[in-house]
Nanobody, 123 residues
Framework: QVQLVESGGGLVQPGGSLRLSCAAS????????MGWYRQAPGKERELVAS???????KYADSVKGRFPISRDNAKNTVYLQMNSLKLEDTAVYYC?????????????????WGKGTLVTVSS
């Protein structure tokens, strides 16, 4: 099995910063893409940022220049540094990891989701 442990959410004022972390552990051969999604109340889940195993990064237009994403492959961990936070960034943030592992004797790519961490931006 694979476990994802997220940390770093909380309450912050507009203009403030938070750093999210997501560490993957368990039966992992390698990790492909790692990323963060978010879901605000009454809205669909959306991609915030992702980073591939060879460093290709994608950002939602709404967070470009504010939320740099990075990963530490030695620790199987992905980070999201959230700067200049806005009220509209309030959401539950979910870690998303594409893991390559053996299942049933074959190597497979499986997507795992974290449980989510709440980020509230409020004055």
């Amino acid at each position: 099995q694979v476990q994802l442990v997220e940390s770093g959410g909380g309450l912050v004022q507009p203009g403030g910063s938070l750093r999210l972390s997501c560490a993957a552990s368990g039966s992992i051969a390698s990790i492909n893409d790692m990323g963060w999604y978010r879901q605000a109340p009454g809205k669909e889940r959306e991609l915030v940022a992702s980073i591939s195993d060879d460093g290709i990064i994608k950002y939602a237009d709404s967070v470009k220049g504010r939320f740099p994403i990075s990963r530490d492959n030695a620790k199987n961990t992905v980070y999201l540094q959230m700067n200049s936070l806005k009220l509209e960034d309030t959401a539950v943030y979910y870690c998303n990891v594409d893991v390559r592992r053996y299942v049933g004797g074959a190597m497979r790519n499986i997507i795992y989701w974290g449980k989510g961490t709440l980020v509230t931006v409020s004055s």
